[in-house]
């Protein structure tokens, strides 16, 4: 283990960045800043201060997308019942079993999630009970293990077809409710111990700088450029953590266990190929017409 003062330094700078990000798209603070604080701390310790941090994050992006909370609260309310019972089984999880495999466990959820949102993964899903129960109840398992639910949360609002405004204020709904829940429960087991204090006073400042700054600079950016530079960021950064989970643990020997990160790399290098192909096709007409005319069958080119 590194000496705490790197440690600290890296967590304050990821956490700023993270911030910053957080800012700009309304959620990704946890997402960005947890694979990268795992590789120095538990996540029994990493946990605490996350989620006080995150419950006043949520607010702020709550109050900045009030207008379109009318009209998505009715899509969340199954989510938000489900959240309860998985937050409880997440939160004993978390206070019984090894530090070790639950980051595993966090590396092994997460990476998937982050290819599935990077590769641009579409299935109409319709809101209702049968579906928001379940994803509720799954997503209150992995948050209070993780701290983490902005990749599904994100999968599944795009999927349902939300404009910005109300995709924000659905995911500031449900992350409200799974961060003050969580925090709750954590209390409650005993898990706010003097070192989730220490790094919650690291934690502070960053988002205080970082929150402002990205809700400043997404005007001057392209959103979905930003956010999928972000996602590739974060995915490497996943499959590296992935990497040393697996020799810490002794599953895998190095060099052969930052084969993972090497198979992260390649596929995320591909998804941003494909994806700024797309983007110079949709901004370039010409492009586009050529485009098109390869996507149709051969007889029909020719004809």
Not at 1 to 15: C, F, N, Q, Y
Not at 118 to 130: D, F, M, V
Not at 174 to 180: G, H, L, M, N, Q
Request: glycine residues 8%; positive net charge; proline residues 6%.
């Amino acid at each position: 283990m590194p000496p705490l003062d790197t440690a600290v330094i890296v967590l304050a700078g990821m956490a700023l960045f993270a911030a910053f990000v957080n800012g700009a798209l309304g959620y990704g603070f946890s997402s960005l800043t947890v694979p990268v604080a795992l590789v120095f701390y538990a996540n029994r310790v990493l946990n605490p201060a996350v989620v006080v941090i995150e419950v006043f994050i949520n607010l702020y992006v709550l109050l900045m997308n009030l207008n379109g909370v009318r009209a998505v609260w009715k899509r969340v309310v199954p989510i938000l019942i489900g959240l309860l019972p998985g937050i409880a089984v997440g939160a004993s999880v978390l206070a019984s079993l090894h530090p070790g495999w639950i980051k595993l466990g966090t590396y092994t959820v997460i990476l998937p999630l982050i290819l599935l949102q990077a590769a641009g993964w579409r299935r109409p899903i319709r809101s209702t009970w049968l579906v928001g129960l379940p994803f509720g109840s799954a997503l209150g398992i992995l948050y209070s293990v993780t701290t983490i639910s902005g990749p599904p949360l994100a999968i599944l609002f795009n999927n349902q077809g939300l404009v910005k405004n109300e995709f924000r204020a659905g995911l500031a709904l449900v992350r409200v409710a799974e961060s003050s829940v969580t925090a709750l429960v954590y209390y409650h087991l005993g898990l706010f111990v003097a070192e989730s204090e220490n790094l919650l006073l690291t934690l502070i400042p960053s988002v205080v700088v970082g929150i402002p700054l990205g809700t400043y600079f997404i005007r001057r950016l392209v959103p979905e450029t930003f956010r999928r530079i972000c996602m590739s960021f974060d995915a490497w950064v996943v499959g590296f953590g992935f990497s040393r989970v697996l020799i810490d643990l002794k599953l895998m020997q190095s060099p052969w266990a930052y084969s993972v990160m090497a198979v992260t790399i390649l596929i995320d290098v591909y998804l941003l190929y494909v994806f700024f192909t797309i983007q110079q096709v949709a901004s370039n007409p010409r492009s586009r017409a050529r485009w098109l005319m390869f996507q149709r069958p051969p007889h029909a080119r020719s004809s």
